[in-house]
């Protein structure tokens, strides 16, 4: 189908009622696996990446594998940049073709944390994209 935007991503979501897994990956291998998962169900499907998947793989390889990949795919595919671990990583993300990206201030006061998430949200929505935003933190450390 296409690496699909989040309006049309969460219509045919809703239209069609399904849930939605998102998946963490890495790598070529398992982004290719999840999405010829979601092809032999039928579903759409959101690939998730992080800072350390961009570690491991590199930001603009990795984001390019799983773009090529989607676009081939029959179902929708949404690409989310999850957990960032710097704020520049969000906007490389919504630069390289993320429609969902992540903001993660769950480590600061209350205040800073929803204005960060809001100037975020600002951004990301002019580029078409959504924006989701951690408050507080639960199990495990900040970033993670």
Excluded: C
């Excluded at 189908?1 to 998102?22: D, G, Q, W």
């Excluded at 570690?55 to 984001?63: N, P, T």
């Excluded at 929803?114 to 495990?140: N, Y």
């Amino acid at each position: 189908m296409f690496v699909t935007k989040p309006r049309i991503f969460l219509a045919y979501i809703f239209e069609n009622r399904f849930a939605v897994p998102s998946f963490n990956v890495s790598n070529l291998e398992m982004a290719r696996a999840v999405i010829e998962a979601a092809e032999l169900e039928d579903a759409p499907v959101m690939v998730q990446t992080d800072f350390l998947n961009f570690s491991y793989g590199g930001m603009d390889e990795l984001s390019a594998l799983i773009r090529t990949l989607a676009e081939k795919a029959p179902v929708p595919v949404l690409m989310h940049q999850d957990h960032p671990g710097k704020d520049s990583n969000i906007f490389r993300s919504l630069r390289r073709g993320y429609y969902s990206v992540m903001y993660d201030g769950g480590h600061l006061p209350l205040a800073q944390n929803i204005a960060g998430a809001t100037r975020f949200a600002e951004m990301a929505h002019e580029s078409g994209a959504i924006l989701e935003s951690e408050i507080g933190l639960f199990g495990g450390s900040p970033g993670r």
